[in-house]
């Protein structure tokens, strides 16, 4: 039977992250599973529980948003080895990656997905030695993401509209250099992503093509233009039709350059990561994941 240490978010969902877990928790237990919780202080020291855990054998669950999801990816791919696992719990305000591998949402099908659903195998992404299973961007959605970070107290959903038209508004234009295998381009655009889901933003297909195990970074470059164009990208991007816009250009490649001609920041999957310039490679097959089949 499946072990498992818990990394708990306690900000994550408004500080409700425990309280969804505790019922997962019992269910395990009561299974015969042995569960042990620790409650992460911070990227760094997610990270660190998620690699103690998964080199003892535990299958580590993140229970939080996309965020935690990103840091105990990291830990259990450090980890190394054929048998490092991670779970996931949705318990933030996104939770875009859950959705996009199909995990339920209550406790008693969470549990018995953790008991019982078979490892899924997927790719990361490499972001100047960050791990990250779901995206990266620089541009508009980078700033929307500072915005939404520093106002957690509004509801969810209300708060990832808001923050993509108030970016916008105070969007300056701006020269991207954009290197995919090797092969470099300067472009004004208004943000750059680099997919390995696609999925961000509570509910937004931003790059409907990206697939989690395909070896594959999918790049999607937005290029500059009047800003009342964005309300119909917003509006499109819910369901994936703006890719079919003029200033959208899709690509593919394994190793991919961002650098920009002034501050902005770098954000993968919900948070700041780093500094620019940055380089992304895709990791295949690299992480291990509890998920239906």
Same mark, same amino acid.
Request: net charge positive.
């Given at each position: 039977?499946?072990a498992?240490?818990a990394?708990?978010?306690?900000?994550?969902?408004?500080?409700?992250?425990s309280?969804?877990?505790?019922?997962?928790?019992?269910?395990?237990?009561?299974?015969? @599973? $042995?569960?042990? #919780?620790? =409650? *992460?202080? +911070?990227?760094?020291h !997610?990270?660190?529980?998620?690699?103690? %855990? &998964?080199?003892?054998?535990?299958?580590?669950?993140?229970?939080?948003?996309?965020?935690?999801v990103?840091?105990?990816?990291?830990?259990?791919? @450090? $980890?190394?080895? #054929?048998? =490092? *696992?991670? +779970?996931?719990?949705? !318990?933030?305000?996104?939770n875009?990656? %859950? &959705?996009?591998?199909?995990?339920?949402?209550?406790?008693a099908?969470?549990?018995?997905?953790?008991?019982?659903a078979?490892?899924?195998?997927?790719?990361?992404?490499?972001?100047?030695?960050?791990?990250?299973?779901g995206?990266?961007?620089?541009?508009?959605?980078s700033? &929307?993401?500072?915005i939404?970070?520093?106002?957690?107290w509004?509801?969810?959903l209300?708060?990832?509209?808001?923050?993509?038209?108030?970016?916008?508004?105070?969007?300056?234009?701006?020269?991207?250099?954009?290197?995919?295998?090797?092969?470099?381009?300067?472009?004004? &655009?208004?943000?750059?992503?680099?997919?390995?889901?696609g999925?961000?933003?509570?509910?937004?297909?931003?790059?409907?093509p990206?697939?989690?195990d395909?070896?594959?970074?999918?790049?999607?470059?937005?290029?500059?233009?009047?800003?009342?164009?964005?309300?119909?990208?917003?509006?499109?991007?819910?369901?994936?039709?703006?890719?079919h816009?003029?200033?959208?250009e899709?690509?593919?490649?394994?190793?991919?350059?961002?650098?920009?001609?002034r501050?902005?920041?770098?954000?993968?999957?919900?948070?700041?990561?780093?500094?620019?310039?940055?380089?992304?490679?895709?990791?295949?097959?690299?992480?291990?994941?509890?998920?239906?089949?």
């Amino acid at each position: 039977m499946r072990a498992f240490t818990a990394v708990v978010n306690p900000i994550s969902g408004g500080g409700r992250a425990s309280t969804f877990w505790e019922p997962v928790a019992l269910r395990l237990r009561a299974a015969g @599973a $042995a569960v042990a #919780t620790e =409650a *992460t202080r +911070g990227r760094e020291h !997610a990270v660190e529980i998620a690699t103690r %855990a &998964a080199a003892r054998g535990d299958v580590v669950v993140a229970v939080g948003g996309d965020g935690l999801v990103r840091d105990v990816a990291g830990g259990v791919v @450090a $980890a190394g080895g #054929t048998a =490092a *696992t991670m +779970g996931i719990v949705p !318990a933030g305000r996104g939770n875009d990656f %859950a &959705a996009t591998l199909g995990l339920p949402t209550d406790p008693a099908a969470l549990s018995a997905m953790l008991l019982d659903a078979p490892v899924r195998t997927l790719d990361v992404m490499d972001v100047n030695g960050v791990i990250a299973p779901g995206n990266v961007y620089v541009g508009v959605d980078s700033v &929307a993401t500072q915005i939404i970070n520093t106002n957690r107290w509004m509801p969810a959903l209300l708060l990832y509209r808001l923050a993509g038209v108030l970016a916008i508004s105070r969007w300056r234009p701006c020269t991207f250099t954009v290197v995919t295998d090797g092969v470099s381009r300067t472009v004004a &655009a208004r943000s750059v992503v680099v997919a390995n889901s696609g999925a961000y933003g509570h509910g937004l297909r931003i790059v409907p093509p990206a697939v989690l195990d395909d070896g594959l970074l999918h790049v999607m470059v937005v290029g500059d233009g009047p800003k009342r164009d964005v309300v119909g990208y917003l509006a499109q991007s819910r369901k994936g039709t703006h890719v079919h816009r003029p200033e959208v250009e899709l690509s593919t490649a394994q190793v991919v350059t961002i650098d920009v001609d002034r501050p902005l920041p770098l954000c993968a999957d919900g948070d700041e990561v780093g500094l620019l310039p940055a380089t992304i490679r895709i990791r295949k097959a690299a992480l291990r994941v509890i998920a239906p089949g």
